[in-house]
């Protein structure tokens, strides 16, 4: 198992930028796939985007691609997500997620472990 905590939400105008974090606690955080998911409200859970166990792979939803990256640091045990660009659509709860990679990574039913989530709101 292992433990998510999400940081570094907040509200910022369009065109700023923000930097989620995700610490883990855990001794197997090396051998999960990592990724964010956003939920905003009235609406279901979306991927953002995918980082394999040693980071050498990512994957952006199209809505975020160019304006998002994701990142891992696997001896901090720390996963974060750099926005920039950001949009009043942006708006949301980020939730961070980490799992045992199957092949789907933007299903969110390949992840077992969430954070309690963080809010992010883009003002126009």
């Known amino acids: 198992q292992v433990q998510l905590v999400e940081s570094g939400g907040g509200l910022v105008q369009a065109g700023g930028s923000l930097r989620l974090s995700c610490v883990a606690s855990g001794r197997t955080f090396s051998d999960h796939a990592m990724a964010w998911f956003r939920q905003a409200p009235g609406q279901e859970r979306e991927f953002v985007a995918f980082?394999?166990?040693?980071?050498?792979?990512?994957y952006y939803a199209d809505s975020v691609k160019g304006r998002f990256t994701i990142s891992r640091d696997n001896a901090k045990k720390t996963v974060e997500l750099q926005m920039n660009s950001l949009k009043p659509d942006d708006t949301a709860v980020y939730y961070c997620?980490?799992?045992?990679?199957?092949?789907?990574?933007?299903?969110?039913?390949?992840?077992?472990?969430w954070g309690q989530g963080t809010q992010v709101t883009v003002s126009s």
């Open positions: 980082i394999s166990w040693s980071g050498a792979v990512t």
């Open positions: 997620a980490a799992g045992y990679y199957s092949g789907r990574h933007s299903a969110a039913d390949e992840y077992d472990n």
